[in-house]
């Protein structure tokens, strides 16, 4: 446990308040920032209107966090997602101690700790680390209890406490959803394993109990929230959950996508370890039939990780984070795996042969980005992207060398110490790279371009803030929108990404008489304002080629803008700044 724990301090910790809010961090940061400011603990609010998505539990802690670190908000509030990060990983270690040894416990807790999927959440100020670590351990406690035969009311109020804080950081519904088929299922396990054991009673302690006790510490703010906002429910219930059981085609902030889409997430969320898994399954398949300890926590795993991600399969709306509570039980088998193969060098060597594709990958894309790091990345420096590819095959050379010596565990160790190190001196260059534009890596055929516009460098952020602040009104580019309101401290006018236009609610001037919202058809309306308003988007909503910086004179825009006066402030990459007052 001690060291899978140090190797996440490793992967999480460092320079996370070194560079500005991503997009989707500074929805939570912002919504923070408007409930410490207004001083109503009760309904979350984005840019002054009520946020009915999610639950308040991120905003009360990260308006916390605010007001005792004011001067360091991206390391005050980030450090909310890596403790979650560290009691998922304790967690997970402390079911696996319990039901399959130190050794098994230690493995998986490594594999979890440098899953890149699971461990670049660790780092992002949002609700998909917390939900992920709270479901964990919840279902920790509950297959513990299962497995051990411990049964206690501490236990249990725990997994309601665990359920809890699941449900008031993203959804009741949806942690219940995964919680109480699961607790079905380990009842009748337990039933079945105990000869005859009480099922009414076991279904009492594993879903009953700590159901109740979950909504016991949820329901309140609930029933208070409907109180307030009468549309509450039917923006949180029938909206936002169940309208992504069936989402329309054409409804984007649904997340409609195909139905095997989680399969490549899932893949690619283990990286390195992903063909490693392949052999886990198999491993898994053969352990599980027994019934020893380790080899129901096999089960529950399998479980656990299969219906977490049939649930979410079945549903039309869907995100790549909701899968993450999924990620805990497929190391935990990973972990079991890589220890048994401890006493087999046939298994050893089999992982070593696995890791050997990942290592050509992994090393051929490092080895691409430095070559081309002068043309394209000039703000990283080649010194670091050198250490960084040396780095990371050496220690998957260590990991192949120590697993074809039947030595997986250590193997296993090597490669996770190594992915833990580059990807936190990864992390530390974040806010270098040269915001709001695209990173070309070209080799032979092979050529990927990187879009750089969802990092919202600080510096750009203070930047673009100081000029929205000029502004007497400010619409703004959907996905730095958040960004700005928090670094300008007060809410604006917002140009949302899916072209709207809705009022905010700091413009301290006199009465301005704006409808609720604007469709993109009437931004005429608010350009040819009397009011000065800055605007923020993309160069190619208004011009056919990029636009030089000369705020001397307007611009002729295209359709729908052509007739409004443009000037242009400031082109940065692929966004523009302009203003309608010369």
Known sequence: MTVALCISAVATLPWIGSYGFLPEEARYAEIAREMLTSGDWLVPRLNGAPYFEKPPLLGWVGALLLQIAPGSPEFALRSVPAFCAFAGIASLVWFAFKTSGARVA????????????????????????????????????????????????????????ALAVAGLDRSPIVAFAIYVPLAVFAAYESARVGGG????????????????????????????????????????????????????????MLHKEAFYFYAPILAAGACATTLWIFAAFAHASK?????????????????????????????????????????????????????????????????????????????????????????????????????????????????????????????????????????????????????LSDVSVKAANFNIDFTTESIAGRELGLQLSKLARDGDLVAQHGRFRHAINFYCNRNMLLFGSLGELEPGYAAEKDNINIPRRYRLKDLPEFLNNEKRIVLIADWSDFFETPPPVDATHARKALAPNENSPVYVLARIGTLIIITNKE
């Open 106 to 161: 230690a493995a998986a807790g490594i594999a979890l700790a440098v899953a890149p999927f699971p461990m670049m959440f660790a780092r992002v100020f949002a609700t998909d680390g917390v939900f992920a670590a709270a479901m964990t351990a919840a279902l920790a406690i509950l297959f513990t209890c299962a497995i051990c035969k411990e049964y206690n009311f501490a236990r249990m109020a725990a997994a309601g406490a």
């Open 287 to 435: 352990r599980a039939r027994a019934a020893t300890p380790e080899s129901r926590a096999l089960r529950y795993s399998f479980a656990a990780a299969a219906w977490i991600f049939v649930l979410f399969t079945v549903l039309s709306g869907k995100r790549a984070t909701y899968v993450l509570p999924a990620f805990p039980w497929l190391a935990l088998m990973l972990g079991s795996a890589v220890e048994a193969a401890r006493d087999r060098l046939r298994d050893s060597r089999i992982f070593a042969i696995l890791a050997a594709p990942t290592a050509i990958l992994i090393s051929a894309g490092i080895i691409a980005f430095a070559w081309n790091a002068n043309e394209n990345a000039r703000a990283i420096p080649v010194w670091l992207i050198a250490i960084i590819a040396a780095g990371e095959l050496a220690a998957l050379i260590l990991t192949i060398v120590y697993c074809w010596k039947g030595r997986a565990p250590l193997g296993g160790f090597a490669g996770a110490a190594g992915i833990a190190i580059i990807y936190s001196l990864s992390m530390s260059q974040l806010d270098r790279i040269a915001p």
């Open 197 to 252: 054991s009480d099922f009414g009673q076991l279904i009492l302690r594993f879903a009953a109990i700590p159901c109740a006790i979950a909504a016991a510490i949820a329901a309140p703010w609930f029933i208070l929230m409907q109180s307030r906002e009468p549309e509450f429910f039917h923006q949180f219930v029938v909206v936002h959950h169940l309208g992504r059981v069936d989402a329309a085609e054409d409804e984007k």
